[in-house]
């Protein structure tokens, strides 16, 4: 990889285990999203409620997550539906933020 291609690098991911506060930030801008674009496709309306979300978005925002975790079937969500679609960026931005800080991992800008 050249020197070039690595600075254009946006942000640096590293694990850092649960920050119970940025985590509920984030589950708290995940769902706001998701309820403004679930006005506008029915696929985002079903992941809004797709139970592992909404529980971890709940449990996030009430800050008892204390372990690392995944939510299963992200890849249904993600190669068989909208959710992916460009017109649904700033989501897809909320949304692996959610994902990665729910994993324990810190992004930095």
């Not at 506008?40 to 997550?65: C, G, H, N, W």
């Not at 068989?80 to 949304?95: D, I, S």
């Amino acid at each position: 990889m050249s020197e070039e291609t690595t600075k254009d690098t946006p942000c640096k991911i590293g694990f850092v285990g649960i920050n119970k506060v940025l985590l509920r930030n984030a589950a708290t801008a995940l769902e706001d999203q998701l309820k403004a674009d679930a006005k506008t496709s029915k696929d985002i309306a079903d992941f809004a409620e797709y139970p592992p979300l909404a529980s971890a978005i709940q449990r996030a925002k009430a800050m008892q997550v204390d372990l690392p975790e995944e939510i299963p079937g992200m890849r249904y969500w993600l190669f068989e539906t909208e959710l992916a679609a460009p017109r649904y960026r700033k989501l897809g931005e909320l949304r692996a933020d959610f994902a990665l800080q729910l994993k324990g991992w810190k992004v930095e800008e």
